[in-house]
T-cell receptor, first 112, second 111 residues
Framework: AQSVTQLGSHVSVSEGALVLLRCNYSSSVPPYLFWYVQYPNQGLQLLLKYTTGATLVKGINGFEAEFKKSETSFHLTKPSAHMSDAAEYFCAVSFGNEKLTFGTGTRLTIIP | DAGVIQSPRHEVTEMGQEVTLRCKPISGHDYLFWYRQTMMRGLELLIYFNNNVPIDDSGMPEDRFSAKMPNASFSTLKIQPSEPRDSAVYFC?????????FGPGTRLTVL
């Protein structure tokens, strides 16, 4: 069965520091991978996605993620955190079928 | 496009009452998903439709929950009778290819 694991339910970083949110998946076939962001009292919004092709994917708001097949990982990064990045982040995986399987989420706090 | 529209945005009801949540997907999208989000269980897929036909309802918690999609522009999720443990945020999402687009959610409180 497909699954995705997000390491760290809470991450705090200082404003201007590197943001690193971790996501690992389990699969025997090539996955499609997604990162979504959820701001308070809102729905989920797509940050970026990997389907095929280039393994380094750039998304909105300065975020990017790299698909590493050998490590079964799809970690999300941003070089310099901004206060507006405070939100909950979800990694999700799909294997070509219609469903997405979501991780448990990581709440990102930005320290002024 | 206005995006995925859900109504109501907030619903407070008493245990035992029927609750109906509504969703209008993005025009042209042929998949529609219903999710439930709670602190304890995170984001759970309840059911999804393709071309108005239910494909997988294995996530529906029990018979008190039912979902319909009578046409391409409307879906409902009904809970009858409602219980306090149904309190959650319910999201609807739609897609054509690739990513799912989420609505703003309905916050349900069952007293």
């Amino acid at each position: 069965a497909q699954s995705v694991t997000q390491l760290g339910s809470h991450v705090s970083v200082s404003e201007g520091a590197l943001v690193l949110l971790r996501c690992n998946y389990s699969s025997s076939v090539p996955p499609y991978l997604f990162w979504y962001v959820q701001y308070p009292n809102q729905g989920l919004q797509l940050l970026l996605k990997y389907t095929t092709g280039a393994t380094l994917v750039k998304g909105i708001n300065g975020f990017e993620a790299e698909f590493k097949k050998s490590e079964t990982s799809f970690h999300l990064t941003k070089p310099s955190a901004h206060m507006s990045d405070a939100a909950e982040y979800f990694c999700a995986v799909s294997f070509g079928n219609e469903k997405l399987t979501f991780g448990t989420g990581t709440r990102l706090t930005i320290i002024p | 496009d206005a995006g995925v529209i859900q109504s109501p945005r907030h619903e407070v009801t008493e245990m035992g009452q029927e609750v109906t949540l509504r969703c209008k997907p993005i025009s042209g999208h042929d998949y529609l998903f219903w999710y439930r989000q709670t602190m304890m269980r995170g984001l759970e897929l309840l059911i999804y439709f393709n071309n108005n036909v239910p494909i997988d309802d294995s996530g529906m918690p029990e018979d008190r929950f039912s979902a319909k999609m009578p046409n391409a522009s409307f879906s409902t999720l009904k809970i009858q009778p409602s219980e306090p443990r149904d309190s959650a945020v319910y999201f609807c999402a739609s897609r054509y290819t690739g990513e799912q687009f989420f609505g703003p959610g309905t916050r349900l409180t069952v007293l």
